[in-house]
T-cell receptor, first 116, second 115 residues
Framework: NAGVMQNPRHLVRRRGQEARLRCSPM?????VYWYRQLPEEGLKFMVY????????ESGMPKERFSAEFPKEGPSILRIQQVVRGDSAAYFC??????????????FGAGTRLSVL | AQKVTQAQTEISVVEKEDVTLDCVYE???????LFWYKQPPSGELVFLIR??????QNEISGRYSWNFQKSTSSFNFTITASQVVDSAVYFC????????????FGAGTRLTVKP
C-alpha cells in the first residue's frame, strides 16, 4: 500500500511564476490536508479537502493560493505569482473515511519550494 | 484556542542515553487527540503515535514510551537507549473534536544523537 505521494520533491520558481504541487493520497483515503512548514518552524494547517469539496480553508492565504481535489486525479495546491516568502516545505496528508480513523493523518514526504 | 508548546528547541545526547522530549498543550475541548511525528533528515513526516483524551494509559513501543498526563496537559515522549538513527526533528500535535480540521503542531524539537 503506497503512502501519500507528493511531487515534485523539489520545485524552484522565479518570482511571479506559478507553482503547482501535487498530492496523491493513500489508497482508500478521501480526505486531504495541506500544511506549510517554514524554515525552523512547525507545520501550519492550510486547507482540508474531500473529493471535489473544500471543507476548511481557514489557514490558506486569501490571495494567490488555491487548492483542489478533483474526482479523478491528485489534489493540487496552486500558488500564483510566487514571492520569496512562499519558500517553504509543503506537506500533504491524507486520512481514511472511516470515522474511527479519521484523526490519523499520514503525511507525504513534502515538496520543497524555493523561490528565487 | 488550541496550542502546542515544545519548549526544547534542540537536544543533543550521546548514544545510549535516555532522552525525554516535552510537549505541553492547551485546549478547551473535552475530546481531543494528541500525536507525535518524527521528521528525519530526509524530510518526510513519520507518524509515531496517537492518543485520545480519554486514554491516559502510558504506552511503550520498543525503545519509545509516552507519558500522557491530563492534570499537567503534557504528553511527553521518551526514547530509551538512544541511537544515531533517532536523530530527527520530533513534532507533537493536537487535534480537537471530530470536525475540527486544524491539527496544531508544536514548533518541533531537534534531537541529535552523537555516536
Amino acid at each position: 500500500n503506497a503512502g501519500v505521494m507528493q511531487n515534485p520533491r523539489h520545485l524552484v520558481r522565479r518570482r511571479g511564476q506559478e507553482a503547482r504541487l501535487r498530492c496523491s493520497p493513500m489508497k482508500g483515503h478521501s480526505h486531504v490536508y495541506w500544511y506549510r512548514q517554514l524554515p525552523e518552524e512547525g507545520l501550519k494547517f492550510m486547507v482540508y479537502l474531500q473529493k471535489e469539496n473544500i471543507i476548511d480553508e481557514s489557514g490558506m492565504p486569501k490571495e494567490r493560493f488555491s487548492a483542489e481535489f478533483p474526482k479523478e486525479g491528485p489534489s493540487i495546491l496552486r500558488i500564483q505569482q510566487v514571492v520569496r516568502g512562499d519558500s517553504a516545505a509543503y506537506f500533504c496528508a491524507s486520512s481514511p473515511e472511516r470515522e474511527g480513523l479519521l484523526n490519523i493523518q499520514y503525511f507525504g514526504a513534502g515538496t520543497r519550494l524555493s523561490v528565487l | 484556542a488550541q496550542k502546542v508548546t515544545q519548549a526544547q528547541t534542540e537536544i543533543s545526547v550521546v548514544e545510549k542515553e535516555d532522552v525525554t522530549l516535552d510537549c505541553v498543550y492547551e485546549t478547551r475541548d473535552t475530546t481531543y487527540y494528541l500525536f507525535w511525528y518524527k521528521q528525519p533528515p530526509s524530510g518526510e513526516l513519520v507518524f509515531l503515535i496517537r492518543r485520545n483524551s480519554f486514554d491516559e494509559q502510558n504506552e511503550i513501543s520498543g525503545r519509545y514510551s509516552w507519558n500522557f498526563q491530563k492534570s499537567t496537559s503534557s504528553f511527553n515522549f521518551t526514547i530509551t537507549a538512544s541511537q544515531v538513527v533517532d536523530s530527527a526533528v520530533y513534532f507533537c500535535a493536537l487535534r480537537g473534536q471530530l470536525g475540527d480540521n486544524d491539527m496544531r503542531f508544536g514548533a518541533g524539537t531537534r534531537l541529535t544523537v552523537k555516536p
